[in-house]
């Protein structure tokens, strides 16, 4: 049975299932997954999971819970989502009611099926051995469909399936020096992921160079879009969330109060039909295709859930519970990406950083290493790899008056996350030259 | 071991030389007061099995959440087909993996604890209002989560193992705002009180009361002067300690990140496998141990996802380095002895060389003792920042309170308290550690790593310590 099948059976059981004064929703989350690993180039461990995740959610008045369960996939089913009502009714009976309970009444109907071409996984296995050759590959390989369905006993229905393959893998010189690549899409080609292997090959041979350790100070950088990623992934920790701009612990706060703002040059947005994510969310809202985050450095509108619009009165936009991009587009600038050495001059090439995290939240200062594929460049030109540094600095200072440019270039980066379920967020972001980066260790 | 899907497993039919079906079976449930508003309850029961099969000299898995016997007939066959499309690029022959055959039972305490519902509502408001002393106080919540699980392994060996637990994590945190300047302090950190067992564990922490000890707490920070920058002593209690051994000392011992697994995501290690026997990874006071034997630490079991018995290893011994934190695979992959902690995170995940419970053994040291021996130097307390390189040398942590040392004496509190440092040299400035009752059992559940990725619980027991010349700093003023 296709998830999309057992998704309106799941629907139609549980809209069945309910009660005169009960409102039930349903979001499903299901996905069938390949999963390769690899390690030296040969496979470390390699496996199917197919996982049915439905979230019932049970509405009386102003009282209400939620259950997660899995779904077999079968017919038992029914009786699970049976039992599952029941508990939740005796829950809800004693619950507290809920000020700030809010769910979509608006009946809106959406589906969107974007399939995909995928080889088999015998041919993976060999594409990636072969194409590693002598070098120490360590990689990911995940593919397979990916949904989430939404439905309540008002009659709506939402079906949002992707189909994709994305591999990540590393080709490491020796200790931690290693370039870091991604092959993602919906069509596997040969072709391309051996283009991708070639280019990465090419850039490995600079590690062979002796590393440079530089002491701690400031440098010029050039970050990388997957760099700038993880500085934006900081931001999306609270910065653009409505609950957390209301309790006064975004990280933005010092835009809140007017005591800071990024370059002109910064604009990002929440930007749907760029992405992968789904155009609705738990509670059944549809979400509209593009919040404004930073508009030309100033502070824009935050992403609002049902439940932070209730409890704050805020207008809603259709924002999950967690209020963070799923799909953030940075505005592209003039740079030139294939004059990227040259306009850095001397300083840092920043490949990707990692483990960043706040040393001081209310300032947005950031703290985190740089990893792979970062270089030191003199006069436009690799002179060696970078032995890992620490940063810690303001994303206020980095994203303001030391940023000089975005390029005119982006790519869009999909997530490789897995955690508990494949993701769909995603993000399209320009490379980034700044002026100095603080490095502390 | 009587268990109804036993029959089941022995209607499989499979030709490979090994397979195991592992069960998961977990019920949740979250309740939470925030802002003097009772959230609503959410539940959760995620039940499914993964089945591993070795075929030709391959290994393959396969998860589902169908339990029909056609459901795992399917999965079994899906999994030996991994098996031997892999087996001629297998990072080893599994055909010389020795699989246990254990069988057995454990239960955590207080398995079968009823849940209050209306009990813990009650409480949990009875904190959360009292948390509410000040304007300035613009965020709280106290909560709960209760989980209890069932995990069973069976194995084409004889292998019959089922294991009951019960977990319970309370936390508590308050927000301060003025101006422009925040600060949240909790109780014990963002889930790091998470144990096995009943409402006994509230009491183990003081949860009744804290309510308003966070809400003070933060409104101190918040008029407090940011943390001192330079070099200094600084005494780290147990729920900062836990987070520095969980990033220095646990995941830089992990087989699989020494194996180089993890490269392509959660890192490599600066450990290497020669280091084993002479390397001094910390002073002589430095003892760390797995200890899978604490009834009440989150992490503790009986055997492993392997079905490996799982028994207490000293892993660091007066500072010197002895064994891995690797399970069955990685031992026989690096030739090395390690400890059972092959654990998935949930049923649709296969094993890998996780921590467990890992902690560092108690001094002799009082903590009013250790405060004394400081001539100036930084209480931190609550771990709040985390950061450290690939290889988990060079890290950055931050902490919600810190509290100036001068001339023996603790002094003045302070705000942002972080401190930075290199694994292969911090722990080697381990002055002094701390008495048993300094020591606390911790925990977290949100412990990271693999590809798929795997959020898994581990447990941390640690006394306050002290560190020489740490470099501190605070935040932006």
């Known amino acids: ?441 | 071991m009587n268990h109804p899907l036993t029959s089941l497993f022995e209607s499989l039919r499979c030709d490979g030389s090994f397979w195991s079906l592992r069960v998961v079976d977990e019920r949740a449930e979250s309740l939470s007061v925030r802002r003097d508003v009772a959230q609503p309850p959410s539940l959760s029961r995620d039940r499914g099995a993964t089945v591993t099969v070795h075929a030709d000299g391959g290994a393959g898995y396969a998860a589902t959440s169908d339990l029909s016997r056609e459901g795992l007939q399917d999965a079994l066959d899906r999994a030996t087909r991994w098996a031997k499309a892999t087996a001629a690029r297998s990072v080893t022959d599994y055909r010389a993996v020795p699989m246990p055959a254990s069988v057995g039972e454990y239960e955590s305490p207080g398995a079968d604890a009823p849940f209050a519902r209306a009990a813990w509502f009650d409480l949990l408001r009875a904190e959360s209002a009292a948390a509410k002393i000040d304007e300035s106080i613009v965020d709280w919540e106290a909560s709960v989560e209760v989980r209890t699980a069932e995990h069973l392994l069976f194995t084409s060996h004889g292998g019959r193992v089922r294991q009951r637990y019960r977990f319970v994590l309370p936390s508590l945190y308050a927000t301060a705002n003025r101006g422009a300047i925040t600060q949240t302090r909790t109780l014990r950190g963002l889930r790091g009180i998470c144990q096995q067992g009943g409402i006994e564990v509230l009491e183990r922490f003081g949860f009744l009361g804290a309510g308003r000890t966070v809400a003070d707490e933060a409104l101190a920070l918040l008029g407090a002067p940011e943390c001192p920058t330079g070099t200094m002593d600084v005494l780290l209690l147990p729920d900062q300690m836990i987070l520095q051994i969980h990033e220095s000392i646990g995941h830089p011992l992990e087989l699989d990140r020494i194996l180089g697994d993890e490269r392509n995501f959660a890192g490599t290690s600066f450990v290497t496998p020669d280091m084993f026997g002479t390397y001094r990874y910390g002073s002589d006071l430095l003892n760390v141990t797995f200890d899978p034997t604490t009834p009440e630490e989150f992490a503790s079991y009986r055997f492993d996802d392997d079905g490996t018995p799982a028994e207490k290893q000293h892993l660091i011994r007066k500072g010197i380095l002895e064994r891995p934190l690797g399970g069955l695979l990685s031992q026989r992959r690096a030739a090395m002895p390690g400890v059972a902690n092959a654990r998935a995170d949930n049923w649709n995940r296969p094993p890998i060389d996780r921590m467990a419970n890992l902690n560092l053994e108690a001094g002799d040291a009082s903590l009013e003792e250790m405060v004394r021996s400081i001539e100036r130097g930084v209480l931190m307390a609550t771990n709040s920042s985390w950061s450290i390189d690939d290889s988990r040398n060079k890290f950055q942590f931050g902490c919600e309170y810190g509290r100036l040392i001068e001339n023996g004496q603790l002094t003045t509190v302070v705000r942002n308290p972080n401190y930075r440092g290199v694994s292969a040299s911090f722990w080697r400035s381990l002055k002094r550690v701390g008495s048993a009752d300094t020591r606390e059992v911790l925990g977290t559940p949100y412990c990271g790593k693999g590809e798929p990725a795997q959020i898994i619980r581990v447990g941390h027991a640690s006394p306050a310590c002290v560190f020489g010349d740490v470099e501190v700093f605070g935040g932006d003023a």
């Open chain 1, 1 to 441: 049975m296709s998830f999309e099948t057992h998704f309106h059976e799941t629907a139609d059981a549980l809209t069945a299932l309910t009660q005169s004064g009960e409102v039930t929703t349903l979001g499903y989350n299901a996905e069938r997954s390949d999963f390769v690993r690899f390690n030296r180039g040969l496979v470390r461990s390699a496996g199917t999971v197919t996982q049915r995740y439905a979230r019932v959610h049970l509405i009386r008045g102003s009282r209400h819970a939620d259950m997660t369960v899995t779904l077999a996939g079968n017919g038992e089913d029914r009786a699970l989502l049976a039992a599952t009502l029941d508990e939740l009714r005796a829950v809800v009976e004693g619950a507290p009611e809920d000020p700030f309970l809010l769910y979509a009444t608006e009946v809106t109907h959406t589906r969107t099926v974007q399939t995909a071409q995928l080889p088999s996984p015998e041919h993976i296995v060999e594409a990636v051995a072969r194409a590693a050759g002598d070098t120490d590959l360590v990689g990911f390989y995940a593919a397979g469909p990916i949904v989430r369905g939404f439905a309540n006993s008002l009659g709506q229905r939402n079906w949002h399936e992707v189909e994709s393959f994305n591999l990540g893998w590393s080709l490491y010189h020796h200790a931690d020096k290693a370039i870091q690549t991604s092959y993602a899409g919906d069509v596997w080609r040969d072709e391309e992921f051996e283009a991708r292997m070639a280019l990465a090959k090419s850039q490995h041979a600079a590690l062979a160079r002796p590393p440079r350790t530089v002491n701690p100070g400031r440098y010029r950088a050039w970050l990388t879009p997957a760099a700038l990623q993880e500085l934006t992934t900081m931001l999306a920790w609270g910065g653009f969330s409505g609950r957390a701009r209301a309790t006064r612990q975004s990280p933005l706060l010092r835009m809140q109060t007017g005591d800071a703002s990024m370059s002109p040059l910064v604009t990002l947005r929440e930007h749907l039909p760029g992405g992968i994510a789904p155009g609705f969310q738990a509670d059944g809202f549809v979400r509209p295709d593009t919040v404004d985050l930073v508009v030309k450095g100033a502070l824009g509108d935050a992403l609002v859930s049902p439940r932070t619009a209730k409890e704050f009165s805020l207008a809603p936009n259709g924002a999950s519970s967690s209020e963070s991009p799923e799909a953030l587009d940075m505005a592209a600038g003039t740079l030139a990406r294939d004059e990227g050495l040259a306009q850095l001059g001397t300083g840092i090439w920043v490949g990707n950083l990692w483990y960043l995290n706040f040393s001081d939240r209310a300032a947005c200062r950031v703290t985190g290493m740089t990893r792979f594929g970062t270089f030191w460049v003199e006069d436009g030109a690799i002179v060696a790899p970078l032995s890992v540094m620490r940063f810690d600095d303001s994303m206020f200072r980095l994203l303001g008056d030391r940023l000089e440019g975005l390029t005119a270039e982006r790519d869009f980066l999909p997530s490789s996350a897995t955690w508990r379920e494949r993701a769909v967020d995603s993000a399209r972001l320009p490379s980034a030259l700044v002026s100095e980066l603080t490095l502390t260790l």
